[in-house]
């Protein structure tokens, strides 16, 4: 599959073009600064890429399994290919994704921050809402006790559904995204004058 100017990524398996074992995420660039975005005002080889750039690479490797072979090959104007082409345009996609993997890094540590400060928060409501249910079971039985305990009770354990929810699922997409973003990194990069037809 081509990726040219709509920006549609889209397809299976069989609509990726394969060479040397390895399946080609193929961008035709009409312009180098296509890939880049233009409110960036970074120089040329720090600048980030342009959002539909990330995103049909992003999506197009999340389709695949992460030990699937797969190659970046770039297709530019031969008028603005020069010695310095391929090597910007390499560190480029390079120096974007490893800033997306180290917020990614970022967000996870955070994450799970706040899932230890979170549980240690429920844990210790929970037992003080089990210890005022001791305390009521001590009186004599009602209505409005009957009320306050299984209150207690279901608010105490409600508490804890938030960093039971971190730590059981809420780690996994992260995680997922970060193990995309360092596919992407150890990914070979083409940078090839011309057009994936030859022209």
Known sequence: MVWGIDFSPKGTEALYREQDGKL???L??????????????????E??????????????????????PLEIVIYVPPSEFDGETGRTLKEAIKNHFSYR?????????RLL??????????VVFLFLCLLIIRILSTFEGGLIKTMLSEGLTIT???AMWEPAYIFL????????KRNIYRKILGMHVSVIPGSPGGG
């Open 101 to 109: 993997e180290l917020l990614t890094e970022i967000e996870l540590r």
């Open 169 to 176: 699922y809420g780690w996994w997409p992260i995680v997922q």
């Open 113 to 122: 921050q706040r899932g230890r400060r979170n549980m240690t928060i429920a």
């Open 47 to 68: 600048k980030e890429l342009d959002e539909n750039a990330e995103v049909y690479i992003y999506n197009t490797v999340g389709e695949f399994p992460l030990k699937k």
């Open 156 to 158: 105490g354990w409600v």
């Open 24 to 26: 080609l995420i193929e």
């Open 28 to 45: 035709e660039l009409h312009s180098i600064m296509q890939i880049f975005n233009s409110f960036d005002p970074a120089p040329f080889h």
